[in-house]
């Protein structure tokens, strides 16, 4: 068929079904008429039923074959009962012709339904859909769908990327839908097979129903397809709710296939609304790798998801792989609001290793996260970093830069009682990537509330992967323990305060100030040189105020401490304080 207005009908615009295979649709308009006027079909655009419906071919590749499918009262195109090997391409769902206005169809753009090995779009040109402003999902995999695959599509936004033209729901769909991939490795992420995957209503990416080892890959999450500027769904990025054993990215090696996605920008500002990867309802054993979220394309700017980058949430959210000791599987986690990752509410097991938490993409530079690097509230057992021969390398986390806008947030904050058997290994809190420069979180490097039984550090023994972290120039402490119940705490063999080499300290008085250090610096010596050529009498003018001033300050220090301790009112520190250990036992640098 090609070239023909399939509009008004009581039931499909186009049905193949029975056996009906190798069925070529393109070029027609069903549902509008060539003006754009909505005249709809009172079931589907197009519907391919059950098995031998296959190998059906739904619009094509060249310009002249895409098909308008839109403003029907159910869905736009609809492959179900085992209706295989299908292919939908080059066509806009829920679109106009020139892929800028929304037309809808009442339900979804595109529904996978028991059936398999269907390709929605494609990694070659053109092949591409644009599906976006239909009711409910752009694209639903369902009900034992499996081994199909979502490639090239602009799903949520008109055809440029640009502009929000989102679907009543979620983007994408799937569930209890098994072993299929959305998008694909590519050497640009969101370009083909990638997936454009922003501006709808909900979520992006919704996994549920118990689907399982689904994959997403190559996709931009929440930003135009510029990857610079948000375009936001309006929930979150991806939310895998009782869904185990799925994977978001993946190695992005070599650099011209990256699985990693980018998950950033996400969230309507509504209350709750805005995490850029959510793990809940006992959904375990999922794998979040390679992925940048909270940052722009490039990774070196902010493009921030509303509330956490992470959040893995609910008793039985065990066991999931947040980053990992692989090969360019780590995960950027900057930029965002809150949180860089959260565990609570009895997520157990899990592990977050090998990430950048806070920094750039390289770790030399603060983006940050707005509140704690991790944070752990009544969530045991978890392992943030592991054992590593260079710390701060993979298992170890680089958790730097977070918390810094009005000192709200710790590199790692562990909190409430149960929130016991965690292990902080291998990381680097408050450095660059090297370990070498500060990059201070703007409170504690560590911080426990509360919470019993946890280990920071562990025994390093000479010639084996060290459980050392480095914790240095943070804005408070480098580790605080405070709170009933905090009792039964080990921190052990750390470098806290020193550089990674243990050579030298590594302090900020201003955690915020460390990404300028440098032009801080070169203005001082400005200075000094601007002083000292002014001749041996007029320099002595200018470095004069600030000694003496250095000087009556000191002054006023001793004699107010002289004053205080002469009538009573000097303030004495107990170290009888739950949790709070000996400074100077076996293995601990000295910490308040």
């Known amino acids: 068929a090609g070239a023909n207005i399939n509009s008004g009908n009581g039931l499909d615009g186009v049905t193949t079904q029975n056996g009906a295979a190798e069925t070529i649709i393109y070029g027609n308009a069903i549902g509008v008429n060539t003006a754009n006027a909505r005249l709809g079909n009172g079931r589907h655009g197009v519907a391919a039923y059950s098995a031998g419906s296959d190998l059906n071919l739904i619009g094509g590749s060249a310009a002249f074959q895409g098909n308008i499918i839109a403003a029907n009262s159910q869905d736009g195109v609809r492959l179900a009962e085992a209706a295989a090997r299908n292919k939908v391409q080059g066509n806009r769902i829920g679109m106009d012709a020139a892929g800028t206005t929304a037309l809808g169809n009442g339900q979804s753009g595109v529904v996978v339904d028991a059936a398999n090995t269907n390709t929605i779009g494609g990694p070659g040109v053109g092949e591409g859909n644009v599906l976006s402003g239909n009711g409910q999902y752009g694209i639903s995999l369902q009900n034992g769908a499996t081994q199909n695959t979502v490639a090239g599509n602009r799903i949520g936004t008109d055809a440029a990327g640009a502009t929000a033209r989102g679907n009543g729901l979620s983007g994408v769909q799937m569930n209890a839908a098994n072993d299929n991939t959305v998008g694909g490795a590519t050497a640009t992420r969101g370009a083909a097979p990638g997936n454009l995957i922003s501006g709808n209503v909900q ?8 689907a399982t080892r689904n994959r997403l890959l190559g996709n931009i999450i929440g930003a135009d397809a510029t990857g610079a500027r948000r375009l936001p769904n309006g929930f979150h990025g991806v939310e895998i709710t009782g869904a185990p054993g799925n994977t978001v990215g993946g190695s992005n090696n070599p650099p011209a296939a990256l699985a990693g996605n980018l998950i950033s920008g996400n969230g309507d500002g509504a209350e709750g609304r805005g995490v850029g990867v959510l793990i809940s309802l006992a959904a375990a054993n999922n794998t979040v790798q390679g992925n940048l979220i909270g940052t722009d394309l490039a990774g070196e700017n902010a493009l921030p998801n509303l509330l956490s ?54 770790g030399a530079r603060v983006l940050g996260n707005g509140a704690n690097g991790v944070k752990i509230f009544d969530a045991p057992r978890n392992s943030i970093g592991g054992e590593t021969t260079v710390i701060g390398t993979a298992p170890g986390n680089t958790i730097s830069g977070n918390g810094l806008v009005g000192a709200q947030g710790h590199g790692i904050a562990i909190s409430g009682p149960n929130a016991m058997g965690n292990v902080v290994r291998g990381n680097l809190v408050g450095t660059d990537a090297t ?80 990404p300028y250090a440098v032009p801080i610096s070169v203005g001082f010596i400005v200075i000094i040189a601007f002083g000292n050529l002014r001749g041996v009498r007029e320099s002595g003018k200018v470095f004069a105020v600030p000694t003496y001033f250095f000087i009556a300050n000191m002054a006023v220090l001793l004699g107010v401490g002289l004053y205080k301790m002469a009538f009573g009112s000097l303030t004495q520190e107990t170290l009888d304080q739950p949790g709070m250990l000996e400074a100077g036992s076996a293995g601990n640098g000295v910490f308040y």
Do not use: C, H
């Open 203 to 210: 979520d992006g990416v919704i996994l549920a129903g118990g």
């Open 309 to 362: 980058g992470v959040l893995l949430t609910d008793a039985g959210t065990n066991t999931n792989q947040i980053g990992g000791t692989g090969f360019d599987v780590e995960n950027i986690i900057s930029g965002n609001m809150l949180d860089g990752v959260a565990i609570q509410s009895g997520a157990a097991e899990n592990r977050v290793q090998g990430n950048m938490i806070g920094p750039n993409r390289t």
């Open 435 to 514: 370990g070498t420069r500060a990059l201070g979180n703007g409170l504690n490097g560590v911080y426990l509330q509360g919470a019993p039984g946890n280990t920071i550090g562990g025994e390093t023994l000479v010639g084996i992967a060290s459980p050392r972290n480095v914790i240095a120039a943070n804005g408070r402490a480098g580790v605080k323990i405070e709170g009933a119940g905090a009792s039964g705490n080990k921190v052990l063999g750390n470098f806290i305060g020193m550089n990674a080499a243990g050579t030298a300290a590594l302090s900020s008085a201003f955690p915020a100030l460390a």
